[in-house]
C-alpha cells in the first residue's frame, strides 16, 4: 500500500526469517521505505500522521514502529511510570505535539502498546479525517462533552477519542498480533 509517497507494506509483512551474520532479506528490501516513514512521522503534517497510525491498525496488525523522538538520547529521558512510556514536547521531533503516551500491556511475554496517545500544542479538528480513514469499516460515533468516540468493530482498532486537542487510538488486544 502506498500512502502519501511511501510503501508501507513493511508494517504488515512477515519477516518469517531470523539471519545470522548475514543481511536480513526483509530489511534489504523495505530499508528506504522504513527511513521514509520514520522521516515522516518526524515531520509530515500531523493530520496525515494520525490517519498514518490508523491505516496501519485498521485491518490488520501492524509492527510497532511509530516513533517520534528527537534521536536515541531523547527516547532515553521518556519517563516510565507504571505500564505508561511518557514523551515530553522536549525530547519529542516534532514540535505541534505536546506529549506522547503508550501505555503498555503484558501480552503472552511480549510488552505490546494498548493505547497511543497524543496531547497537541495547537486545537484541531481530524473529525472528518477519522470518519473517512475508517470507511469500510463498521463503527460507531458517540459524543461525551468535548469527545469524540469512535468505537471500531472487527479491527485492531477498539476505538479512538478525539478532543480538539488531543488524540488517543486505544487497540484491541484480543485481536492485535504481535510482529516482530
Known amino acids: 500500500m502506498i500512502f502519501e509517497g511511501i510503501n508501507i507494506g513493511f508494517l504488515w509483512e512477515d519477516v518469517n526469517e531470523k539471519i545470522l551474520d548475514a543481511p536480513n532479506p526483509f530489511d534489504e528490501k523495505w530499508r528506504t521505505e522504513m527511513v ?18 490508523i491505516i496501519a491498525y485498521k485491518d490488520k496488525s501492524p509492527r ?4 517520534i523522538s528527537k534521536d536515541i538520547k531523547s ?12 514523551q515530553l514536547k522536549e525530547h519529542l521531533a ?12 503484558d501480552k503472552d511475554g511480549l510488552e ?14 481530524f ?9 469500510g469499516k463498521q463503527f460507531s460515533k458517540t459524543i461525551e462533552g468535548d469527545k469524540i468516540i469512535f468505537k471500531v468493530e472487527n479491527s485492531p482498532i477498539d476505538s479512538i477519542e478525539l478532543t480538539s486537542k488531543s488524540f488517543l ?9 504481535y510482529k516482530y
Do not use: C
Open 36 to 53: 521514509k516513514y520514520g522521516n515522516f512521522n518526524d515531520s509530515g503534517p500531523l493530520e496525515k500522521v494520525l490517519q498514518l497510525m
Open 75 to 86: 527516547a532515553a529521558k521518556a519517563i516510565y511510570k507504571d505500564d505508561k512510556v511518557i
Open 64 to 67: 510497532v514502529m511509530f516513533a
Open 127 to 135: 473529525t472528518n479525517m477519522v470518519e473517512n480513514t475508517l470507511e
Open 169 to 177: 487510538l486505544k487497540i484491541n488486544d484480543l485481536i492485535y498480533k
Open 94 to 105: 516534532r514540535t505541534d505535539i505536546e506529549r506522547f503516551t503508550d501505555t503498555i500491556k
Open 112 to 125: 505490546i502498546p494498548v493505547e497511543r496517545f497524543f496531547e497537541f500544542v495547537d486545537s484541531h479538528n
